[in-house]
């Protein structure tokens, strides 16, 4: 790895400004850097510079004139499969859909390349995103750079791996189960997951509004800076266009001090997680009462809401299984198939039923976060396990689905909350443990400033190259 690819968005920012680099040596840094990558451990489903290259020597021109678009200008960046990029392929990791170049951008695609970010990649994911862990039958297993015979987790999982490895700074996740803060939480890195509508979208995911687009970065710093970029607006969306956008980096030094953060192992429902989650979560509870904050150890008024998540989850692949030709089925991951064929077969009500007890613990939420500024948990109760075909959770008897060792993640996605993976810290294998910092809906601020006194008191570490390499 070179010093270059160690460099955050805010390092190559600084050294930009100062003519130190220029983003034509960055960028080749970053191309070098995903082909090694690729090789070992299967990261991207498209790997294509020539755009960004004509683009790094349009930046390079605007930092010598300092006139740069912005603080990502330059800034190589990875996009995940399933987010439309125009004249690129979009086929969200699965062999039913053809690679017919993309006619436009999806809006936070186009605002991160008006901020002049070098787009030269696309990341792997499962088969339409349907699973917490990344392999499918387009592109096959991707690995966790801590230990490549272990998942890196999914679905962004090769977005993860790009920003793990030094890649690129920054990548683009989609979450509508914990497909951002999975891979964080497994490769050690930073992913935040924002209020769903905060970034202006097309909604064109099978599984609609559980879903938002949001950044994985190896610091608070750099994903604040590209949220703050991808929330701007787009007609193509009025509602989210209406919002205001905040200054997210200017806002990470205010700290935690006066702040009321619960801290709970269980979300009131959960088994309780090992000692080192356990230990983890101790830890950053420790961390933001010495920044200040008043800690609380409560549980929210949750309840195991896995059923109403299963539903709406599984009738929305219903609709993918549905609307896909006959002929072109057994292209599908069998796992998908088999969820999307459930989902099939449940009656028209069920869906309706799920919805309201999402509501229900939408309200539930609300009614938290007014007496807590801030919700401390485990990112996943488990470590990161074997990667494989087929391998979609660590033990069949004791999570049989998926949806069962990531009850921390899906609950926000139900809820709609903002919430963060932060990393802490490694268990006794070396693999890496995450905490999850939520706020109530559209206090993304909250969620980045929490998140910089957890990154400031466990500063994030890289995967040495003889891990994996």
């Known amino acids: 790895m070179t010093e270059l690819n160690r460099m955050t968005a805010t390092a190559l920012a600084a050294a930009y400004a100062a003519r130190r680099l220029s983003p034509v040596e960055v960028l080749e840094a970053a191309i070098a850097r995903a082909e090694t990558v690729q090789a070992k451990l299967n990261a991207f489903s498209l790997i294509d510079p020539a755009a960004a290259k004509a683009a790094a020597r349009e930046s390079e021109a605007r930092w010598r004139k300092g006139e740069p678009l912005g603080p990502l200008d330059g800034v190589?960046?990875?996009?995940?499969?399933?987010?439309?990029?125009?004249?690129?392929?979009?086929?969200?990791?699965?062999?039913?859909?053809?690679?017919?170049?993309?006619?436009?951008?999806?809006?936070?695609?186009?605002?991160?390349?008006?901020?002049g970010m070098l787009i030269f990649a696309k990341t792997t994911m499962p088969d339409l995103g349907w699973k917490g862990v990344t392999d499918s039958p387009l592109t096959g297993v991707t690995r966790n750079p801590w230990n490549p015979a272990m998942t890196p987790g999914g679905s962004s999982g090769g977005a993860a791996v790009a920003v793990a490895?030094?890649?690129?700074?920054?990548?683009?996740g989609g979450d509508g189960g914990g497909s951002i803060r999975i891979p964080a939480g497994f490769t050690g890195v930073y992913g935040i997951k924002p209020t769903s509508g905060r970034i202006p979208g097309l909604y064109d995911s099978p599984a609609g509004d559980l879903v938002s687009p949001g950044p994985l970065s190896r610091t608070v710093a750099d994903s604040a800076a590209a949220l703050a970029a991808m929330c701007r607006p787009d007609a193509r969306d009025p509602a989210a266009s209406a919002l205001p956008v905040p200054d997210f980096p200017s806002l990470l030094g205010a700290g935690v001090k006066g702040l009321t953060v619960a801290v709970s192992p269980t979300l009131g429902f959960t088994r309780r997680p090992d000692p080192v989650r356990l230990a983890a979560l101790e830890g950053a509870a420790k961390a933001m009462e010495a920044a200040g904050a008043r800690v609380v150890w409560t549980d929210p008024k949750l309840w195991n809401a896995r059923q109403p998540f299963v539903t709406i989850w599984e009738a929305a692949y219903a609709l993918a299984v549905m609307t896909t030709p006959a002929e072109r089925l057994p292209l599908f991951?069998?796992?998908?198939?088999?969820?999307?064929?459930?989902?099939?077969?449940?009656?028209?009500?069920?869906?309706?039923l799920a919805q309201a007890e999402r509501l229900r613990l939408m309200h539930a939420m609300i009614a938290f976060h007014r007496e807590h500024d801030l919700l401390l948990c485990p990112t996943l109760p488990i470590a990161a396990f074997p990667a494989g075909h087929g391998i979609n959770t660590p033990d069949p008897h004791l999570y049989p689905e998926w949806y069962d060792w990531t009850p921390y993640t899906w609950t926000f996605n139900l809820t709609k909350q903002p919430c963060a993976s932060v990393p802490w810290g490694?268990?006794?294998?070396?693999?890496?443990?995450?905490?999850?910092?939520?706020?109530?809906?559209?206090?993304?601020?909250?969620?980045?400033?929490?998140?910089a006194v957890l990154e400031a008191a466990m500063p994030v570490e890289m995967p040495p190259d003889r891990l994996w390499s």
């Open 76 to 115: 190589p960046l990875a996009i995940k499969d399933n987010h439309g990029l125009r004249g690129w392929p979009k086929r969200s990791g699965s062999r039913t859909r053809e690679a017919t170049p993309q006619p436009e951008d999806q809006p936070h695609i186009a605002r991160l390349r008006e901020a």
């Open 165 to 172: 490895t030094g890649v690129c700074p920054i990548a683009t």
């Open 333 to 352: 991951d069998p796992g998908l198939l088999e969820v999307g064929r459930r989902g099939l077969a449940l009656p028209a009500v069920a869906e309706k």
């Open 426 to 451: 490694f268990d006794d294998a070396g693999l890496p443990v995450g905490v999850q910092v939520v706020a109530t809906h559209f206090r993304e601020d909250l969620v980045l400033r929490g998140s």
